[in-house]
């Protein structure tokens, strides 16, 4: 699938971690900070907080719904003060990027889950945090930690994209159509593009959307004619949707694993456009798609 889907990839989207961005000489720093945040959750839901309160410098920062505390002190009786409030409240993270400004220092980036109790009906809520971590001693502690509750993924944030739609590649000539129907009561977001290539054989694509509002996220399957599929998350930042999906790649490709990152921006209420990046395939990377430029039709 030559062209505008560019061998049926064009819909496999998937970040590639965090990792996997990190160079060899900052892997082994990223690795210790890893392992560290995942003491600080095991910690937190032990409620083990003289463990906790290692975990920060003795005047370390905690910036949280507007109000800063001072001091590894106030930080480890807030997080009590929470526990005491909420006994059966459990904490996740997820560590998105780790970014060493030095040997002992590093900005970590991530996103942290919190909920009541471990119940299936109970309560949640999830927040991003940016933390400033140093090395004392041997041990990677944090220094400074903004954390911000946002908002639980939705599918009313698509909802601008439902409707049909065509794309047209200038270079190829490839026309695209696309729908975008919400299924089941609105818990669905299901989207169906279709082209036709040089070949004259038509190539489909299927993509299911669903907001998991335990995990506070957006899942995205992908299923396309030519024998390709991927799953995986879909996150946005205010400006884009960036599907994050690993997969398999086409029947017509040799490999095991596709990876890239799908990107989304509307362009108002009739266009978006649809950015396939970071394309890898077993590992070694393949070029970037085109972006195509969406507009809506039919009236919808």
């Not at 903004?146 to 409707?163: H, K, N």
């Not at 200038?170 to 299901?190: D, P, S, W, Y």
């Not at 790649?249 to 970071?278: K, M």
């Amino acid at each position: 699938m030559a062209g505008a889907f560019g061998a049926g990839l064009v819909l496999l989207g998937c970040l590639v971690s965090g990792q996997a961005k990190e160079g060899a000489k900052d892997s082994a720093i990223a690795l210790e900070i890893r392992q560290a945040d995942e003491a600080y959750v095991k910690a937190r839901n032990a409620r083990d907080f003289k463990t906790l309160g290692e975990q920060w410098t003795l005047r370390g920062e905690l910036e949280e719904d507007g109000k800063t505390i001072r001091g590894r002190e106030g930080i480890v009786a807030s997080i009590k003060e929470f526990a005491r409030v909420h006994p059966t409240s459990r904490m996740s993270l997820v560590v998105e990027e780790v970014k060493p400004l030095g040997d002992a220092l590093a900005q970590v980036t991530g996103k942290i889950r919190m909920t009541e109790s471990e119940l299936d009906r109970a309560r949640w809520y999830t927040c991003r945090f940016e933390s400033l971590r140093v090395k004392e001693e041997g041990v990677w502690r944090i220094a400074k930690s903004r954390v911000e509750q946002v908002p639980d993924a939705s599918l009313t944030d698509l909802a601008w994209l439902e409707g049909n739609w065509k794309a047209a590649d200038k270079a190829t000539g490839q026309e695209i159509r696309a729908t975008f129907e919400k299924a089941h009561g609105g818990k669905l977001m299901v989207g169906r593009m279709e082209t036709t290539g040089k070949d004259g054989k038509k190539v489909e694509v299927l993509q299911v959307l669903q907001a998991d509002p335990r995990e506070g996220v957006i899942r995205c399957w992908l299923f396309e004619s030519t024998g390709g599929r991927a799953e995986g998350i879909m996150e946005h930042d205010g400006a884009t949707f960036n599907t994050n999906l690993e997969g398999v790649p086409p029947a017509a490709l040799l490999g095991d694993r596709a990876q890239s990152v799908q990107v989304l921006t509307p362009t108002g209420a009739e266009g978006f456009t649809w950015h396939v990046i970071e394309r890898v395939i077993d590992g070694a990377r393949v070029p970037d798609q085109k972006p195509l430029l969406f507009k809506k039709v039919g009236g919808r």
